[in-house]
């Protein structure tokens, strides 16, 4: 489908600080003890059997932490992977710094789910960190794809 | 009207790709510099390998893909992150494309996971995209000696939890192979729809 010339122009008159008709996807946030979580978000299965989920975890401390685990009541499993699928035990998060889950890098992977995430429902994720504990987001299911 | 239409299309384009000239469309010598995909230098040749489609027939990459612009991406079903993001950018953008385009173009997703991904297996998973797609397996001698054509490199099993969960990495890069059966661009991960929606049609030109 062409976009019509209005639908065009008004778009052109909107201007590049908006995406046309897209509203930005929701993203979960939170904190935990130093630890602050944004821009958490799993994306609907193609299959039962995998799926993935990311997030910001920012660590305002003075120590650093470490994400030993993932887990939510829907999967049976979860692991961490880092770029090409390289399977990761543990995730560091240095003092001061970040550790960014997202599309392309280290993520949440979950296997083989009891219950299929659907795109707009929420996924609970229970991360648990060396230091600070252990927190549950709901994270917002989105579909694949990047406009 | 339609010069209009594809005039404030171009204008478009070029706010939403800042410092891009505005060059008048399709032209007739094959011009990467054109493409949101970026060049690969030099091109690589269409591979020659015969593997299994969905029908469990055999698929002549190079007779089948004759004449049009057909995107190669090794991957497979259970991969979560780069794989069906890959998938659902391009079915969703040729949905939005001419027929014309539509036509010309052909998505072909070979596995890196033969055990797991058998016709059946791969038919099911691509029609979660687009029916039309092309799927293809074969054992790990018929698949390696595909890959070896490209530079994808090698995939690397990663052992999951227990025996069937493990993992594979492979390359995130999608190759688009025109009418002369060169690559001359490709698609890595980060591509978004837009940028795909900008080249499918300058490619089909071509």
């Not at chain 1, 083989?112 to 996924?123: C, I, N, Q, T, V």
């Not at chain 2, 059946?120 to 070896?148: C, H, N, P, Q, T």
Request: net charge neutral.
């Amino acid at each position: 489908m062409r976009p019509t010339p209005a639908t065009a122009l008004s778009c052109l008159l909107a201007g590049m600080l908006l995406a046309c008709g897209s509203p930005p996807p929701p993203a979960a946030e939170g904190a935990l003890g130093d630890l602050r979580f944004t821009e958490g978000f799993a994306n609907e299965p193609i299959i039962q059997a995998s799926g993935a989920a990311y997030l910001r975890i920012e660590n305002r401390g003075a120590l650093p932490d470490t994400l030993l685990e993932a887990s939510s009541p829907a999967a049976r499993g979860a692991m961490f992977h880092g770029g090409a699928m390289a399977h990761l035990m543990v995730l560091p998060i240095p003092a001061g710094g970040e550790l960014r889950l997202e599309p392309g890098g280290t993520h949440i992977m979950f296997e083989d789910f009891s219950e299929m995430p659907r795109a707009g429902d929420s996924l609970a994720v229970t991360l648990r960190f060396a230091r600070a504990g252990s927190v549950t987001l709901e994270l917002p299911i989105r579909v694949y794809g990047t406009p | 009207m339609r010069t209009t239409i594809r005039g404030v299309a171009a204008l478009l384009a070029v706010t939403m790709l800042l410092g891009t000239a505005c060059k008048p469309a399709a032209p007739r010598t094959f011009n990467p510099e054109g493409l949101a995909g970026p060049k690969i230098d030099p091109p690589v040749p269409k591979p020659d390998f015969i593997l299994t489609d969905t029908d469990g027939k055999p698929f002549n990459f190079r007779k089948e893909t004759e004449g049009k612009v057909a995107l190669l991406f090794f991957g497979y079903t259970h991969c979560p992150d780069i794989c069906p993001v890959h998938l659902a950018n391009i079915a969703a953008v040729l949905k939005k494309l001419s027929p014309e385009v539509n036509n010309a173009v052909r998505m072909v997703f070979v596995t890196t996971d033969p055990r797991r991904d058998t016709p059946e297996v791969i038919r099911a998973y691509l029609d979660k995209f687009d029916a039309r797609f092309i799927g293809l397996s074969g054992d790990s001698l018929a698949l390696r000696g595909a890959m070896r054509q490209l530079p994808v490199g090698t995939p690397i099993y990663e052992p999951g939890a227990n025996d069937s969960t493990y993992t594979i990495g492979h390359s995130a890069m999608v190759l688009a192979f025109t009418r002369d059966n060169l690559a001359h661009v490709v698609y890595p991960f980060g591509i978004r729809q837009q940028d795909w929606a900008r080249d499918l049609p300058l490619l089909a030109e071509q």
